[in-house]
């Protein structure tokens, strides 16, 4: 019966080990005038999106090994310092030999010029454009009320809007529903972020989303919420969203806190 038992926890370490390395199954999250753009789902806030030769890595944690099999990185967008968002491990076990490394100034005071072949500081409401084609813009995320001792304060980090030829995608960082997310226009596919008490509920987020109405909307960064709630919120209200609720939670947690 030991025996048993030791060969079923081996059994057992082998199979989270390689759900932990498993390669991420990827889906086109939009079609663009350049091609679709493929979304692989990591973990919590960590995405991976590729479009026209370019692989962009948001917020990159849980271990270089859950990032097998995708393409290297030539862009990085880290929206800020919190361990589920910045997790230097999983950086310095990454391929960051040609990634622009795009980021916050509280990330830089993090990190420095540490990771990538070059960084960009970006304050809110800044835009910069590559050489490859990507327009990246810097949107503010923060909590409501704003306030200097919030787990998210104004300024502190970045929400990106990202231009892929006709499209244009909004990652939301770690917000509430705050008047610059309400206020976007033309969104093609939104990552809205939603778990208390580090953002905002399933409620909020709807009602947020609600105003500014994307083509598409993952719920991301959601543990503990039930986001069939959130469909079910943007159903009521009437607003022609594509909800698409995916498992972010499928592969385990190797590194980061729980924010």
């Given at each position: ?247 972010w939670y499928a592969r385990l947690i190797q590194s980061g806190d729980k924010q």
């Amino acid at each position: 019966m030991k025996f048993f038992t030791s060969m079923l926890s081996i059994g057992l370490l082998v199979f989270a080990a390689n759900s932990a390395t498993a390669a991420p199954q990827g889906e086109t999250a939009t079609q663009t005038a350049q091609g679709p753009v493929t979304l692989y789902p990591i973990q919590h806030a960590s995405f991976v999106l590729e479009w026209n030769g370019q692989t962009i890595y948001v917020d990159p944690t849980q271990g270089a090994g859950a990032y097998a099999g995708l393409g290297t990185a030539d862009i990085v967008l880290l929206t800020h310092a919190h361990g589920d968002h910045l997790d230097r491990a999983t950086l310095g076990g990454l391929d960051l030999r040609r990634a622009l490394v795009v980021m916050p100034q509280s990330v830089a005071d993090e990190i420095g010029d540490d990771y990538g072949y070059a960084q960009t500081i970006m304050d809110n409401g800044e835009t910069v454009h590559t050489d490859a084609g990507v327009g990246i813009h810097a949107m503010p995320m923060y909590n409501l009320p704003p306030s200097e001792d919030a787990y998210h304060p104004k300024g502190w980090g970045n929400g990106y809007v990202l231009t892929l030829a006709d499209k244009r995608i909004y990652i939301s960082g770690d917000t509430e529903g705050i008047d610059e997310m309400r206020a976007l226009e033309d969104i093609d596919v939104a990552f809205v972020c939603m778990n208390l008490p580090y953002t905002m509920g399933v409620e909020q987020a709807a009602d947020a989303v609600a105003d500014f109405a994307p083509a598409v909307v993952y719920p991301y960064h959601y543990r503990g919420q039930d986001t069939a709630v959130f469909r079910d919120r943007l159903a009521e209200a009437d607003v022609a969203t594509d909800v698409r609720l995916r498992d972010w939670y499928a592969r385990l947690i190797q590194s980061g806190d729980k924010q």
